[in-house]
């Protein structure tokens, strides 16, 4: 059983700049792009991750270091270990003619789609964004695997200097999109969701909340006022699904279940 | 034929959200009653003040249920009356307000400010097995203590009906639940999760809980439960909420065999989805067809006969 905990030595790190780093286990996981491992690491807490790469007999975490978790990820060295227990949650659909729009850390679950849907011979392109350049993780695989691959940064530092959602409808209607997937920051994609919702175009959008359990039972990560999980109806969730999220944007949950404002 | 009385209330079917899952917003309570199919539903416990309960992890699978030591995390009362409203106001099915507190003056306190949100019933939790270092041993582990959480709640309870939730440890379930019967308990919830347990990672040589211990549930405590609610059915008169290691129909009939007239459901979302409430509603329906009986009522407790 995959849910159980098992723990994995770290076999390669790669370090995409300073407080981004990719971190690589040998575990047979059968996942797809949008599905999520629980990482533990001992001592320190257990945190969800998206799936940023995956092979037969191996898969990757990619994280960016932001809280005291992430921030112990850091310190981490080849050979120790961390609990991987999962895939959870449900994944994204296959579209051909689709965009892909990842901000920060949130380019992760993307990489793993790009790779599905370039092996699906589905065509696609990428909209990339970051804070600065160090932060945009997997550019080469996007470039290799997109039709086209925009990148922004806030700092001007890579690509074109600005946020993803400045030239989203020109792209949109130059590249002839059919489907959108996103991932990043929520403030993104509600901007994102703005300009997109009048269009009509389907999209999918991965989300984050904070979790205790991963399987559907603690209800920290249900959303206002549907009432769904993130861990297991979510997270990635379709146009459709967000029309009831009323708290998109607005608030989530901390650990003691309390509304928090700040996103 | 599954609608069924308990206390002054009526409920679609037997099936009752355990305390604990899923319980923390008026959303989440919401889904579990219209796409689950529970009959009614239980809060997650809360107290005065917000906890946010021992790190990650905290619920942990293993070959035959959960261990878990979520450390009675909860957004605090305030939140937690704003959420029973909104349940109320949205959702047809009863809603059980599960409250705790650290002193009997916070159990007043507590039964105090949740009867202003009107729940249907307020379970009393004093068996969390889960905050021992904090909160020394559980008032459920004790005679006297739990006669005074009893006593004290139902003072200040009003008309809204009060149950009892209790472990299988301590003195004694059957003795427990007598002591809260003689205090004016209306209901006896049997049984908490057990333990506490243990899970250790082989590899890191250390418990994974970050807690270390925590509490059991699921399949593997529904012999425990059946017991227990068995013996409390045997010593008082009150109604039992038999809750443990349900997971299918036959586990529900057992239970309600034994002498229980509601059944909470909790860990049984994990393996078979939300929907399993009206699974389990149907499954015990279609029981009492094969058997020839027309309602709960004519089987509850027949395993004493």
């Known amino acids: 059983m995959s849910d159980l905990m098992r723990t994995y030595p770290i076999k390669k790190i790669v370090e995409h700049g300073p407080g981004v780093k990719s971190f690589y286990f040998e575990r047979m996981l059968d996942a797809r792009a949008g599905q999520f491992v629980n990482v533990w690491l001992p001592g320190m807490d257990e945190k969800p991750y998206s799936v940023s790469a995956l092979g037969e007999n191996w898969l990757e975490i990619s994280v960016k270091a932001y809280g005291p978790f992430s921030t112990a990820m850091m310190d981490l060295k080849v050979g120790d270990r961390l609990g991987v227990r999962g895939p959870f949650g449900k994944s994204f659909t296959y579209h051909d003619r689709a965009l892909l729009i990842g901000g920060g850390i949130g380019i992760a679950p993307l990489r793993l789609l790009a790779h599905e849907l370039s092996a699906k011979k589905l065509s696609f392109v990428s909209l990339l964004g970051a804070a600065t350049k160090h932060e945009l993780i997997f550019i080469e695989d996007f470039q290799k695997w997109s039709k086209n691959c925009y990148i922004t940064t806030d700092d001007g530092s890579q690509g074109k200097q600005g946020l993803v959602t400045e030239d989203l409808l020109s792209i949109i209607e130059k590249e002839k999109i059919e489907f959108i997937y996103a991932a990043g920051p929520e403030i993104m994609f509600v901007k994102v969701k703005e300009l997109i919702d009048p269009l009509d175009i389907p999209y999918e959008f991965c989300m984050e909340r904070y979790m205790k359990c991963g399987i559907g039972i603690c209800g920290q990560c249900v959303l206002d006022d549907s009432g769904v999980r993130v861990c297991v109806e979510g997270p990635v969730f379709n146009q459709d699904e967000l029309k009831e999220v009323t708290e998109l944007g607005m608030v989530h949950r901390d650990a003691s279940g309390r509304r928090v404002k700040k996103f | ?305």
Request: with cysteine.
């Open chain 2, 1 to 305: 034929m599954n609608s069924v009385r308990f206390l002054n209330l009526e409920l679609k079917n037997p099936t009752v959200l355990a305390s604990g899952i899923l319980g923390l917003t008026a959303s989440s309570m919401w889904r579990v009653v219209e796409v689950g199919g529970a009959g009614a539903v239980t809060t997650k416990s809360f107290n005065k003040d917000w906890r946010s309960g021992h790190k990650n992890p905290s619920i942990l699978p293993f070959r035959h249920g959960l261990l878990n030591a979520v450390g009675l995390s909860n957004p605090g009362i305030d939140e937690m009356v704003k959420e029973i409203g909104k349940f109320k106001q949205r959702a047809s099915a009863p809603i059980f307000a599960s409250i705790f507190g650290r002193t009997i003056d916070e159990f007043a306190e507590v039964t105090q400010r949740t009867v202003e949100a009107e729940p249907d019933l307020l379970e009393v939790n004093v068996s969390c097995p889960n905050v021992h270092s904090e909160f020394g041993q559980p008032f459920g582990d004790s005679l006297s203590d739990t006669a005074k959480v009893t006593e004290i709640v139902k003072k200040h309870a009003g008309s809204i009906p009060v149950s009892i939730k209790l472990g299988p440890h301590g003195p004694g379930i059957a003795r427990l639940a007598k002591v809260c019967e003689e205090n004016g308990a209306d209901a006896i919830t049997a049984i908490n999760t057990v333990g506490p347990g243990m899970l250790i990672d082989i590899d890191v040589r250390k418990p994974i809980l970050s807690n270390k211990t925590g509490g059991v549930s699921g399949p593997a405590i529904l012999p425990i439960a059946v017991k227990s609610v068995y013996e409390v059915y045997r010593q008082v008169k009150i109604p039992i909420i038999g809750t443990g290691g349900v997971t299918q129909p036959e586990d529900a009939v057992q239970l309600i065999l034994a002498g229980a007239s509601l059944i909470g459901i909790g860990t049984a979302v994990y393996y078979q989805g939300i929907k399993v409430f009206e699974k389990i509603a149907r499954g015990i329906e279609a029981y009492l067809q094969k058997y020839g009986f027309t309602s709960l009522d004519e089987i509850r407790g027949l395993a004493h006969e």
